[in-house]
């Protein structure tokens, strides 16, 4: 499961895509739906709201206006809150945002290169519209994998 912390209208479209399935998950975990999951680390930062919840449906709401900008029509009625944005957003450090950009350039650059060419030209990545950036490195929770 990989919750991105930039735009999802830098994603691809198999971004989009998995995105939004990732994202459902989570709202499903989150929501007490599903025994799976219920520890995976992208998922602190929901829990650690006063409602993650209403916090996972207003991120999935924003998967889902990118969508449908592309003309991608996402079933809005998936969305168990989506109108109710966490209060001050989600704070993620500049380092974090930092780490994911670099990951998913990387994915992207195999499976679709002409979007990867026009996301290189980016000084950086727009956060996603729910978080804050703020000062730090690379979040607690990330699972670092070594280089080959």
Same mark, same amino acid.
């Given at each position: 499961?990989?919750? &991105?912390?930039?735009?999802?209208?830098?994603?691809? %479209?198999?971004?989009?895509?998995?995105?939004?399935?990732? +994202?459902?998950?989570?709202?499903? @975990?989150?929501?007490? %739906?599903?025994?799976?999951? %219920?520890?995976?680390?992208?998922?602190?930062?929901?829990?650690?709201?006063?409602?993650?919840? +209403?916090?996972?449906?207003?991120?999935? #709401? $924003?998967?889902?206006? #990118?969508?449908? $900008?592309?003309?991608?029509?996402?079933?809005?009625?998936?969305?168990?809150?989506?109108?109710?944005?966490?209060?001050?957003?989600?704070? @993620?450090? $500049?380092?974090?945002? #930092?780490? $994911?950009?670099?990951?998913?350039?990387?994915?992207?650059?195999?499976?679709?290169?002409?979007?990867?060419?026009?996301?290189?030209?980016? +000084?950086?990545?727009?956060?996603?519209?729910? @978080?804050? @950036?703020? +000062?730090?490195?690379?979040?607690? &929770?990330?699972?670092?994998?070594?280089?080959?």
């Amino acid at each position: 499961m990989r919750l &991105w912390s930039f735009d999802p209208r830098h994603l691809d %479209r198999m971004g989009l895509l998995a995105e939004w399935r990732e +994202a459902l998950l989570a709202q499903k @975990v989150l929501a007490g %739906r599903t025994r799976g999951y %219920r520890f995976h680390p992208q998922l602190e930062r929901f829990k650690a709201l006063d409602e993650p919840v +209403a916090g996972i449906g207003a991120y999935l #709401a $924003e998967v889902r206006r #990118a969508a449908q $900008e592309r003309g991608y029509e996402f079933n809005g009625a998936l969305i168990l809150l989506p109108d109710r944005p966490p209060r001050g957003g989600i704070e @993620v450090a $500049e380092g974090q945002l #930092a780490f $994911e950009w670099s990951l998913f350039l990387a994915k992207v650059a195999s499976r679709d290169p002409p979007w990867w060419r026009d996301l290189a030209l980016l +000084a950086g990545p727009r956060p996603h519209p729910l @978080v804050k @950036v703020v +000062a730090g490195g690379i979040a607690s &929770w990330e699972r670092m994998r070594a280089a080959p």
